[in-house]
């Protein structure tokens, strides 16, 4: 039973907690639709997929110190880009996701007791958006907003997104950053998510954790680090499904 006693925010991760989906499939509708914004650059597809899953995977270095994310990313793509600036790229990006990015929709599903949990949660704890900070906060929006989970629906404290965040899962500057941005401390935070590595590292601060299972979780992480190909599996102090958490925090406030 998840004690909540000196819990005071959750901290939920997005995809494959809250929302559902393929990532192989997800990657692969993205880069199809985000590539003709680059196609004068780079004419492959494939071409273009590999560098820019590569210098995704640069948001989530340490280095260089003092850049967001999305700077990160928007650098190490500009040396692929021949030079491009980088405020382009991100235009570029920034153009996508509000007038496109809501046709990757139908590829995800939200959890069917998401919204419920989220509206159930808020009632007794602060909620943070703990996803993995490598998309912008509109892209972040249109993505909770699939699930009727975004900020018009759920009263979140932070959202964590590649342009406000310097550091992304599984580093533990990661979840130091949303404690100093939210002002809470590790033994207040309960961290709920479906990766072993990049959420439950969070227990290594303090931080409770809590392993959610389902059969609808995707092995193929597209984005990998050392600590995955290392298979480093972190203990957490919970786990269950998220009708299992609903139902925790339904019955420790109903006592």
């Known amino acids: 039973m998840v004690d909540f006693k000196l819990i005071t925010t959750l901290l939920f991760d997005l995809d494959n907690t809250l929302l559902l989906l393929d990532e192989q499939a997800f990657i692969h509708i ?15 597809l494939k071409k273009f997929t590999k560098l820019f899953l590569a210098s995704t995977q640069m948001m989530c270095e340490k280095e260089p110190e003092n850049l967001t994310n999305l700077q990160k990313f928007g650098l190490d793509f500009s040396k692929k880009l021949n030079g491009l600036d980088m405020n382009e790229i991100i235009n570029r990006f920034l153009t996508f996701y509000r007038n496109e990015f809501n046709l990757i929709s139908k590829i995800m599903t939200p959890d069917p007791i998401a919204k419920s949990l989220l509206i159930l949660a ?15 906060a509109i892209a972040n929006e249109t993505r909770l907003s699939w699930g009727e989970l975004d900020s018009k629906h759920i009263n979140w ?5 590649a342009d ?8 533990l500057e990661y979840y130091e ?11 207040e935070c309960l961290m709920i998510g479906n990766d072993p590595i990049n959420d439950m590292i969070a227990g290594k601060l303090g931080i409770k954790t ?9 092995q193929n992480k597209i984005i990998k680090t050392s600590l995955d190909f290392k298979k480093i599996h972190f ?21």
């Open 30 to 44: 993205y880069t199809k639709n985000i590539h003709k914004y680059f196609e004068n650059e780079i004419h492959d």
């Open 122 to 136: 808020q009632e007794h704890f602060s909620l943070v958006a703990a996803t993995n900070p490598l998309f912008p």
């Open 157 to 161: 404290k932070d959202i964590t997104s």
């Open 164 to 171: 406000d965040y310097h550091y992304a899962k599984p580093n």
């Open 177 to 187: 950053e949303i404690l100093e941005r939210i002002g809470k401390t590790p033994n």
């Open 210 to 218: 809590y392993l959610v299972i389902g059969k609808h979780l995707s």
């Open 235 to 255: 203990p957490y102090d919970y786990s269950g499904t998220l009708a299992d958490f609903y139902e925790a925090i339904k019955n420790y406030f109903s006592a």
